[in-house]
């Protein structure tokens, strides 16, 4: 019975003597932004698995509402060029495609990079390690913030194309005003840039009355010249009172008309008609580009940060770890370990 007793003691000391297992989990080597080391690093962040889904989440629909926001400034630009841009392309060749060009040119562009920058967001999500996804996502995003800095400048192209000089438009009115009695093309889209805009003349109505805008051949009965003489298309369309386009300086008997009191013609010229149809195009163009800027802008962010937390594994592990991510910064490598080198085992001799 003695010899079983100590049998038994001897046990439990050999059971003691072992070093007991540590049932806590062992600490992730990456879990740390230690662990990560981050040249100009600002600001460098720990996000879950979770939080990387959330990013994912808002990526896809600021991407979403920036492509129909594209969309709609591309219609618009068509829109533009149809209609203004075509009476100033009349008036002065090609100075009718710079607005919407201004439009639709960033807005195409940020179109292509954010449907490059969610084909790619999505391949992260890959089983397999994809590093050159990461790569390829890296250099949109330094496109798309390029592209910001461009869209910029052209706001301001644009500001200064709206406010600025514009004597050729009046120059171009004249010359078209000259060609109405001897082009067709040029008199139906005089008369319709007169009836639209609700304009006569360049800068004033009576510049018709030193152009002969009608067939000698046809009025020669009727009258002499074309002194105090504008085309019907001049006629005001918000008046009551009856047209007179002819005689407009002498008073009427008949339609009890004088011009200082009936005028019943625009007496606005289409230059400045034209002029401040520009101006407003032009600032309802910036506004759209500014929107499409600050959303860009949004955009980055999830996408950055999506791509800096890839980018050190290549791969999202799921809810196994964490990720660090940082806006400005570059990933520079990982340290071994954080904690403190475990102590040398004692030498046998020195247990007994």
Known sequence: MKSLKSKIKNKKK??????????TKPKDKHSSKEDVIVRFGKPILQINFK?????????????????????????????IRSHLGAFINMISSGEGEILPTMLALPTFVFLCL???AFFFVYKLFSKKKSPGANSILFILILLILVLVVSTVLVVFITLGHAYGAHEKLHDGIIETMKKY???SYYKIQM?????EFQCCGSKKYDEWYNITWFDKDVSSNTST????????SCCAMRTNLPCIHYDIEKTGRNYMYTPEFNLSISTTGCYTRVIEKKR?????????????VFLELLLL????????????????????????????????GKNQSNAAPEPPPLPPELLD
């Open 51 to 79: 939080r990387i889904k959330l990013l994912v989440t808002v990526a896809v629909i600021l991407i979403l509402i920036i492509t129909i926001l594209s969309v709609n400034c591309l219609i618009t630009a068509i829109k």
């Open 191 to 195: 008369d319709r840039l007169q009836i």
């Open 280 to 292: 407003q195009v032009g600032l309802s163009i910036i506004g759209y580009l500014f929107l499409v």
């Open 181 to 183: 009695a001897v082009n």
């Open 301 to 332: 962010l999830p996408l950055r940060f999506l791509q800096t937390g890839h980018s050190i594994d290549s791969k999202f592990e799921g809810n196994s770890k964490t990720y660090t991510v940082w806006l400005i910064g570059t990933y520079t």
């Open 114 to 116: 954010n449907l490059g």
């Open 225 to 232: 010249g074309s002194a105090d003489q504008t085309p019907f």
């Open 14 to 23: 050999v059971d003691d003597s072992k070093p007991k297992k540590d049932k």
